[in-house]
């Protein structure tokens, strides 16, 4: 038996909805599979995006011998760029997943330095030591994949994105063969989405929209303005259809949206009759009832289409009071708030509202828990590892494995960072390496820390509280009363009193003062302004000594 040990390292997308990433390692050989980007929570502001932190392939670059995607989701492909400036490994991917993939590359400019290999469903590759077969996933986006990776370890499934639809949009079905061949052979380990594992059931099939579409193309009076995700590729294909079937025009409007599915388009992974698909320009001139839009912004974005016509500040069209907007999406978790807010403002300028929770305008892409089980049957894994997901899917997800006689000691819930190693016919937790956030802010990646995100939500939430001082250097007493400027915070009423307060509390702070004043003041005012009236500005002192 070989010394050498299959390693499994999750760098992304375990204790968390998204940037997932996972590296697989066999001697000095790595794989990875996916390297996504995650969407900021609403308290952290003023970041673009998070990415995986790379540290642990810093010093094995000459190691990777691929890099796999899995499909063309920001969440899988949204990193990539940046691995590519520290990691120059060939790419493989499938039709759709790659034309996304060029498209990005070209912009950052970076597509005539990587190599980009298209394989298709079916396919087998050797990359490495590893033995990839490519199999066909049911997902929200067409032309998704899984992965059977042969190691000299054993045969490890990765499940990527996937749902089990007997009925999918583009009529192909995951490849349950496929699945069931790999069983026969004997699966060491299975890595499965765990996304929807609170989810008891069947996801339905992205046909239930169907219907739901159709009721509103039949009784929309004017305009339809349909928001969704820019790479729902299934999701364009049905818009289309219920616009043909209405003789609607279809119109695109947003880049990421006009860009996907003319990539799409091309590669044919959307069939549109000739002239059903018009310019913004031109649906804008047609007459209301003749055409439906398409646009992002399905959660509450501000800056997004949809969140711009809610506030009325989009620059091309707004909202009109005969419009229908139909929100297909499922709000993701911690956007509810802001999503209820757009759909709030589209009623109040007159819009006619349809979201998920009173027509069935969207179903997940994700495998519900009975699907969940089925992949398991299908597979027969001896060991189970829940990925993708916050740790309370994980554990969901295990406690499914567990109900299926997957023994306890077999099943791993891991989080970013922590290597998995296979020895043997043995699981074992290996050493822990860096698995944290690393933010992008405009043009910087990882300049950035967390103290900034605190202190721009305190700015946004609280404002900000300035003092500002001049202090005899010899006597470190005050020349003049301190100026106090605040900007964003509010204190009403007695708000005068507060201020007078504080000045008290900063004229003894000095006279009190040892060490660093600058420090005690901060930090004795914010406790004051908390204890007195529950906020918590960014409070700032300036000290000039004369
Ligand atoms: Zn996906
Ligand atoms: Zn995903």
Request: aromatic share 8%.
């Amino acid at each position: 038996m070989s010394k050498e040990k299959l390693r499994i390292i999750p760098l992304g997308g375990l204790g968390e909805v998204g940037k997932n990433m996972m590296v697989y390692e066999y001697g000095e050989n790595i794989l990875i599979v996916d390297v996504g980007l995650m969407f900021p929570e609403n308290d952290m502001l003023g970041i673009d995006y998070i990415i995986p932190d790379f540290q642990y392939l810093k010093d094995k670059r000459h190691w990777v011998r691929g890099i796999i995607v899995t499909h063309g989701h920001e969440d899988h492909t949204g990193a990539i760029h940046h691995l590519l400036e520290l990691i120059q490994a060939p790419i493989f991917a499938t039709p759709l997943t790659r034309g996304l993939l060029e498209a990005k590359l070209s912009r950052g400019g970076l597509l005539s330095h990587v190599q980009l290999n298209t394989v298709h469903a079916g396919e087998a590759i050797k990359i490495g030591p590893f033995q990839v077969e490519f199999f066909h996933v049911c997902h929200s986006i067409p032309d998704g994949v899984g992965l059977g990776i042969t190691t000299p370890a054993g045969l490890v499934v990765h499940s990527g994105d996937y749902k089990f639809d007997h009925t999918p949009i583009d009529n192909w079905p995951t490849d349950y063969a496929k699945l069931a061949e790999f069983a026969s052979r004997g699966v060491l380990a299975l890595l499965a989405d765990s996304t929807n594992s609170y989810r008891s059931g069947w996801t339905p099939s992205e046909r239930v929209i169907d219907p739901a579409f159709d009721d509103v193309f039949r009784s929309a009076p004017g305009r339809i303005i349909i928001a969704s995700f820019a790479s729902l590729i299934s999701r364009m294909q049905q818009v289309g259809n219920a616009a043909h079937k209405h003789h609607r025009k279809l119109a695109f409007a947003g880049t990421s949206m006009v860009e996907n599915a003319k990539i799409a388009r091309k590669l044919n992974y959307l069939e549109f009759p000739e002239d059903l698909v018009v310019s913004i320009e031109q649906a804008l001139k047609m007459k209301n009832a003749d055409v439906v839009l398409m646009c992002t912004g399905t959660q509450g974005e501000p800056t997004s289409i949809m969140g711009r016509l809610s506030m009325g500040t989009n620059r091309q069209f707004d909202i009109l009071p005969d419009d229908t907007v139909v929100l297909s999406s499922h709000p993701i978790p911690g956007n509810e708030e802001s999503v209820y807010r757009t759909i709030n403002r589209l009623f109040r300028r007159g819009a006619d509202v349809i979201y998920e929770a009173i027509a069935p305008v969207h179903v997940s892409g994700h495998a519900s828990q009975e699907e969940m089980k089925l992949l398991m049957h299908l597979v027969k894994p001896q060991f189970f590892i829940p990925i993708h997901g916050e740790l309370h899917q994980l554990h969901q997800h295990a406690n499914i494995a567990r109900k299926l006689g997957i023994p306890n000691d077999h099943v791993s819930i891991v989080e970013n960072g922590q290597v998995i190693e296979f020895i043997g016919e043995q699981m074992l937790h290996g050493e822990r390496v860096p698995g944290g956030y690393i933010f992008v802010d405009g043009a910087g990646v990882g300049d950035i820390g967390p103290s900034v995100v605190r202190e721009r939500e305190a700015l946004a939430r609280d404002g900000i509280f300035l003092v500002n001082l001049n202090l005899d250097n010899n006597s470190l007493t005050l020349c003049v009363e301190p100026e106090i400027i605040t900007k964003g915070f509010i204190y009403t009423r007695n708000g005068d009193d507060l201020l007078v307060s504080a000045r008290k509390l900063i004229i003894e702070t000095i006279r009190n003062g040892n060490g660093n004043l600058q420090q005690d003041l901060e930090q004795a005012l914010k406790t004051f302004l908390y204890n007195k009236t529950r906020r918590r500005p960014m409070v700032f002192v300036s000290i000039n000594r004369k």
